[in-house]
């Protein structure tokens, strides 16, 4: 089992930041990235952004520019750093752990609201 532990989501005025951070813990050593995604209300999930081990980066066309993925490996964690933040991006955000042999495992959710 994997475990992914969300932290870091709250109210935050357009043009600000937040970091997200998310802690994997458990049957991990076949993790090859980390990733986001987020589900606005009414809408479906999407892909945010990907890092993998070598700590190659991948973002959505969304968020290019603004947002920076990260990832501590000695810790297992991956970060979210969101800048210039808009009411678009408002979502819950997920963590998800990618595992070579399974779809992979998601985080509970962490909610971001960008609201004046």
């Known amino acids: 089992q994997v475990q992914l532990v969300e932290s870091g989501g709250g109210l935050v005025q357009p043009g600000g930041s937040l970091r997200l951070s998310c802690a994997a813990s458990?049957?991990?050593?076949?993790?090859?990235?980390m990733g986001w995604y987020r589900q606005a209300p009414g809408k479906e999930r999407e892909w945010v952004a990907i890092?993998?081990?070598?700590?190659?980066?991948t973002y959505a066309d969304s968020v290019k520019g603004r947002f920076t993925i990260s990832r501590d490996t000695a810790n297992n964690t991956v970060y979210l750093q969101m800048n210039s933040l808009k009411p678009e991006d408002t979502a819950v955000y997920y963590c998800?752990?990618?595992?070579?042999?399974?779809?992979?495992?998601w985080g509970q959710g962490t909610q971001v609201t960008v609201s004046s």
């Open positions: 998800k752990a990618y595992l070579s042999g399974s779809g992979g495992y």
């Open positions: 890092v993998t081990n070598t700590h190659s980066t």
């Open positions: 458990g049957s991990i050593f076949n993790m090859y990235a």
